[in-house]
């Protein structure tokens, strides 16, 4: 089912006053049947869960959320606020952008912002919320990752990755196994970015992954509110040899 990538007054004013709501009672809660019913469900238990996770996101009404797995693995607003703060410059790309929290944070830093995701219906709903909060600087392509290295003739600033870290249930501890294979074309990839972040699981084999990587600079463990780590950053940069 195609999802929908609109929200009408009369959508929003059901997510408002259902907020608090139980979900699976207000399934089964015959005097409230709006015809896209199951829809505003998920978006009441997504808008639920970003509550705390999100709040600049849930504080606007206007925003669509997606699915649960896709709003899972995004990072909270915290950890991309906090990558925010380490770079700045003119052109910022976004090769595996997903729901584009990172995004959206890092973007405020740079002129130029390109978003890259091979979901139509992730970029789509990029669109209309960058919209909604009024990030005029996006530039939303639909596009996979190994398409955005070979096509690309701009030099980036920065180049954020975010790949897949599970296999079904399973986390994954080695880079070569995370999709998109971001070991496939290590040297192009830093032709076309001055300087790369990737986030990784807090569980990756580090020593394994600086053997991997060239160009490393940093390696940053994001920890939130003393919850253990979340996320590895690895910073690389075009050139760097230290």
């Given at each position: 089912m195609q999802m929908q990538i609109h929200l009408s007054r009369s959508d929003i004013d059901f997510i408002q006053d259902n907020m608090d709501r139980d979900v699976v009672e207000l399934a089964l809660d015959k005097s409230q049947s709006p015809k896209n019913k199951t829809f505003l469900l998920e978006q009441i238990r997504s808008r639920q869960k970003a509550r705390h996770k999100l709040p600049e996101f849930f504080a606007n009404p206007n925003i669509i959320f997606p699915n649960r797995l896709s709003l899972e693995q995004s990072s909270s607003q915290l950890a991309a606020e906090y990558k925010a703060t380490l770079f700045s410059g003119e052109s910022f790309a976004d090769p595996t952008a997903g729901f584009g929290i990172d995004f959206y944070y890092l973007s405020q830093n740079f002129r130029y912002c390109h978003y890259f995701e091979k979901n139509e219906r992730l970029s789509s709903l990029a669109q209309y919320n960058f919209n909604a909060l009024g990030r005029a600087n996006a530039v939303i392509n639909q596009m996979d990752f190994a398409d955005f290295l070979r096509t690309n003739k701009r030099k980036y600033d920065l180049i954020f990755i975010d790949p897949a870290r599970?296999?079904?249930?399973?986390?994954?501890?080695?880079?070569?196994?995370?999709?998109?294979?971001?070991?496939?074309?290590?040297?192009?990839?830093?032709s076309i970015g001055t300087q790369i972040m990737i986030k990784c699981s807090p569980v990756l084999d580090v020593s394994l992954a600086l053997r991997q990587l060239k160009g490393v600079r940093d390696v940053i463990c994001v920890s939130i509110k003393g919850e253990g780590v979340k996320e590895l950053l690895f910073i690389l940069e075009d050139n760097y040899n230290g």
């Open positions: 599970r296999a079904g249930a399973k986390k994954l501890i080695n880079l070569g196994d995370y999709s998109p294979n971001i070991l496939d074309k290590p040297d192009r990839l830093l």
